[in-house]
């Protein structure tokens, strides 16, 4: 299998893309691809998780109707599609276990494009024989880059405001709530919270908190959630709570980003005491010393 760049070098390279060439992968790309994504076992926090690399068949995309801007995609030779049991921490674990399979297709030089829904019933359970207690949460559609995206696909990214991001102060804390952190007093950590900032996210609300504990090596991760976004999506579009994916995404950069810098840790449940929690703010789960 290549050599993979580093996670920071993944994570800043890639974008969301809709438009593909529609071309099929190579031999080669498949099988990366297949092994990667069959490798990935029970998730962060134990969830049973499996995934599958579909090839694109053309009423596919008839899946994806209903799901806001969503739903266009041109072009893909693939999809990545994953199930997962019911369990606590079930989409935390899903979008940790996506999002490391999504930035290995970065690394071979694929487009991906995050695909946030409720699927139990389509095309896409079908194809990984979805059981009757499982979900499929999300899929990710993967294929070649077109040269140039259509105008659709610069209409999606400006309205979202795609490129945009969250200052660092706006995110990440000291201690408490109310107490800016800023990337000169992270030391080694700068560059982890940096790639959480630059994460991709359900209409790039960008939902993730971070507070660094008194012990500077210990960080807590917290779901800010934008207000009636999960029941206004449930209503409109029948999405799961897929505030709690963008958790999984938060987590998996942080984590392989400390993992390239030779940070030793990882995510454990062990909430903190004593915050002055935002009205929307709720603990998800905590890093340091295994």
């Given at each position: 299998?290549?050599?993979?760049?580093?996670?920071?070098?993944?994570?800043?390279?890639?974008?969301?893309?809709?438009?593909?060439?529609?071309?099929?992968?190579?031999?080669?790309?498949?099988?990366?691809?297949?092994?990667?994504?069959?490798?990935?076992?029970?998730?962060?926090?134990?969830?049973?998780?499996?995934?599958?690399?579909?090839?694109?068949?053309?009423?596919?995309?008839?899946?994806?109707?209903?799901?806001?801007?969503?739903?266009?995609?041109?072009g893909a030779s693939a999809f990545i599609i994953g199930a997962v049991a019911p369990s606590?921490?079930?989409?935390?674990?899903?979008?940790?276990?996506?999002?490391?399979?999504?930035?290995?297709?970065?690394?071979?030089?694929?487009?991906?494009?995050?695909?946030?829904?409720?699927?139990?019933?389509?095309?896409?359970?079908?194809?990984?024989?979805?059981?009757?207690?499982?979900?499929?949460?999300?899929?990710?559609?993967?294929?070649?880059?077109?040269?140039?995206?259509?105008?659709?696909?610069?209409?999606?990214?400006?309205?979202?405001?795609?490129?945009?991001?969250?200052?660092?102060?706006?995110?990440?804390?000291?201690?408490?709530?109310?107490?800016?952190?800023?990337?000169?007093?992270?030391?080694?950590?700068?560059?982890?919270?940096?790639?959480?900032?630059?994460?991709?996210?359900?209409?790039?609300?960008?939902?993730?908190?971070?507070?660094?504990?008194?012990?500077?090596?210990?960080?807590?991760?917290?779901?800010?959630?934008?207000?009636?976004?999960?029941?206004?999506?449930?209503?409109?579009?029948?999405?799961?709570?897929?505030?709690?994916?963008?958790?999984?995404?938060?987590?998996?950069?942080?984590?392989?980003?400390?993992?390239?810098?030779?940070?030793?840790?990882?995510?454990?449940?062990?909430?903190?005491?004593?915050?002055?929690?935002?009205r929307r703010a709720s603990y998800v789960s905590t890093w340091g010393a295994a």
């Open positions: 299998m290549m050599t993979q760049p580093p996670a920071h070098e993944l994570i800043q390279k890639r974008v969301s893309c809709r438009s593909y060439t529609g071309e099929t992968l190579e031999h080669g790309l498949r099988e990366a691809m297949d092994t990667v994504v069959s490798t990935e076992g029970p998730g962060l926090f134990g969830s049973n998780l499996r995934f599958k690399l579909a090839t694109a068949a053309p009423n596919d995309t008839d899946s994806l109707k209903g799901l806001g801007t969503y739903g266009f995609i041109k606590e921490k079930n989409l935390e674990d899903y979008g940790y276990a996506m999002e490391k399979i999504i930035l290995h297709a970065t690394g071979l030089g694929l487009g991906t494009c995050w695909l946030g829904g409720s699927f139990d019933r389509s095309r896409f359970a079908q194809k990984i024989n979805c059981k009757p207690d499982e979900r499929v949460p999300a899929v990710a559609a993967l294929g070649h880059k077109a040269d140039k995206r259509r105008l659709f696909d610069k209409t999606v990214r400006l309205i979202a405001r795609s490129t945009k991001r969250k200052a660092f102060q706006e995110l990440f804390f000291d201690r408490d709530f109310g107490r800016p952190l800023a990337p000169d007093q992270c030391g080694p950590f700068a560059l982890p919270l940096d790639m959480v900032r630059l994460g991709p996210s359900a209409s790039n609300k960008q939902p993730w908190r971070i507070i660094r504990d008194a012990d500077p090596n210990v960080f807590h991760l917290f779901l800010e959630r934008t207000k009636n976004y999960y029941e206004n999506n449930r209503r409109m579009f029948g999405l799961m709570d897929i505030q709690r994916i963008d958790m999984g995404i938060a987590m998996c950069h942080f984590d392989m980003a400390c993992k390239d810098a030779d940070i030793p840790g990882a995510w454990k449940i062990d909430p903190p005491t004593g915050l002055n929690l935002p």
